[in-house]
């Protein structure tokens, strides 16, 4: 269960939601309330006023927007003030269920949490990063070659930090390293767990990470895996956290493990990726952190990097 609630700390106070009609949005609306976050629904709508200019101006005036597809019903009121709060450089998340097959193609560049809008974990979760991410750029970035290394040299550095963590089987270490890592090769937010119960390490969220894996996604750090056992089930345990928080992937993080660990050992779930932590900084040495799991994705699932 969630036990902490992240500090609104002023940059977003306000919210517009957008659902079909009859969605029960009753959770919903008691987070952001709960976060200091006041919330415009188009019930809201005064007497006598026009739908689509009270809509425009309502969107203007607001920090966020949410968005909720689901299964059940289809609203083109809801793509209509989507693609409104689009046009004015509102923020934009969408609350999609794990059953609707496809987010419509010209919302994917958005942040999507595969949920209902019903479910607490996913919610909070959700929210408390939003809170605590930096204000994010109105279009996602487009992943292409990096114009100059991502972390460079600084990779030796990090490198030789995480073997002085390893040697001294400091675990908390090893995870700050991977944050360290994280953050100089420019990954949006990285967030770091404070309530135990979240079932991972660290929280991503990125723009460039959308296309390939959506947000969040969540990684757990291990410093060694005695075997291939140990690792499925530390596999499943970040596989149920992805699960309950309406997230789509996760990434497994090792320090050291056998030889013939490899990248895709059989008997995982899915959606989990898993990679060495020494290949991951060095990779970040002159690619993008979206780059790498943009390879690590496809080659999961297609058996390809392209």
Same mark, same amino acid.
């Given at each position: 269960?969630?036990?902490? #609630?992240?500090?609104?700390?002023?940059?977003?106070?306000?919210?517009?939601?957008?659902?079909?009609?009859?969605?029960?949005?009753?959770?919903?609306?008691?987070?952001?309330?709960?976060?200091?976050?006041?919330?415009?629904?188009?019930?809201?709508?005064?007497?006598?006023?026009?739908?689509?200019?009270?809509?425009?101006?309502?969107?203007?005036?607001?920090?966020?927007?949410?968005?909720?597809?689901?299964?059940?019903?289809?609203?083109?009121?809801?793509?209509?003030?989507?693609?409104?709060?689009?046009?004015?450089?509102?923020?934009?998340?969408?609350?999609?269920?794990?059953?609707?097959?496809?987010?419509?193609?010209?919302?994917?560049?958005? %942040?999507?949490?595969?949920?209902?809008?019903?479910?607490?974990?996913?919610?909070?979760?959700?929210?408390?990063?939003?809170?605590?991410?930096?204000?994010?750029?109105?279009?996602?970035?487009?992943?292409?070659?990096? #114009?100059?290394?991502?972390?460079?040299?600084?990779?030796?550095?990090?490198?030789?930090?995480?073997?002085?963590?390893?040697?001294?089987?400091?675990?908390?270490?090893?995870?700050?390293?991977?944050?360290?890592?994280?953050?100089?090769?420019?990954?949006?937010?990285?967030?770091?767990?404070?309530?135990?119960?979240?079932?991972?390490?660290?929280?991503?969220?990125?723009?460039?990470?959308?296309?390939?894996?959506?947000?969040? %996604?969540?990684?757990?750090?291990?410093?060694?895996?005695?075997?291939?056992?140990?690792?499925?089930?530390?596999?499943?345990?970040?596989?149920?956290?992805?699960?309950?928080?309406?997230?789509?992937?996760?990434?497994?993080?090792?320090?050291?493990?056998?030889?013939?660990?490899? #990248?895709?050992?059989?008997?995982?779930?899915?959606?989990?990726?898993?990679?060495?932590?020494?290949?991951?900084?060095?990779?970040?040495? #002159?690619?993008?952190?979206?780059?790498?799991?943009?390879?690590?994705?496809?080659?999961?699932?297609?058996?390809?990097?392209?």
């Amino acid at each position: 269960m969630h036990k902490k #609630t992240v500090k609104n700390l002023g940059r977003i106070r306000s919210c517009y939601i957008s659902s079909p009609a009859g969605t029960d949005l009753t959770y919903l609306r008691s987070a952001l309330m709960q976060r200091g976050i006041q919330v415009v629904v188009p019930d809201d709508l005064y007497p006598g006023s026009i739908w689509s200019e009270w809509i425009s101006r309502k969107i203007a005036d607001v920090d966020l927007v949410i968005g909720v597809l689901t299964s059940e019903r289809r609203s083109q009121w809801v793509l209509f003030e989507l693609g409104q709060a689009a046009a004015l450089g509102r923020q934009i998340v969408l609350i999609a269920p794990p059953k609707l097959a496809t987010v419509p193609s010209h919302l994917k560049s958005f %942040l999507v949490i595969r949920a209902g809008p019903k479910n607490r974990n996913a919610i909070d979760f959700a929210l408390d990063q939003i809170l605590a991410s930096p204000e994010r750029p109105v279009s996602p970035p487009i992943i292409s070659a990096p #114009t100059r290394a991502a972390v460079g040299l600084d990779a030796n550095s990090i490198q030789a930090n995480l073997r002085a963590a390893m040697d001294a089987n400091d675990f908390r270490s090893v995870e700050r390293v991977v944050v360290q890592a994280l953050r100089d090769s420019g990954v949006d937010i990285v967030s770091e767990a404070s309530n135990p119960d979240l079932g991972a390490d660290i929280a991503i969220w990125s723009d460039a990470l959308q296309p390939f894996v959506g947000n969040p %996604l969540l990684i757990e750090v291990k410093s060694r895996f005695r075997g291939t056992d140990e690792l499925r089930r530390a596999a499943n345990q970040l596989f149920n956290a992805v699960s309950s928080r309406g997230g789509n992937w996760g990434l497994l993080l090792y320090g050291q493990g056998p030889q013939d660990l490899g #990248t895709d050992p059989k008997g995982l779930p899915p959606t989990i990726l898993i990679y060495s932590i020494v290949d991951l900084i060095d990779q970040l040495r #002159t690619r993008s952190f979206a780059e790498v799991i943009r390879d690590l994705r496809n080659r999961r699932v297609h058996g390809v990097e392209r």
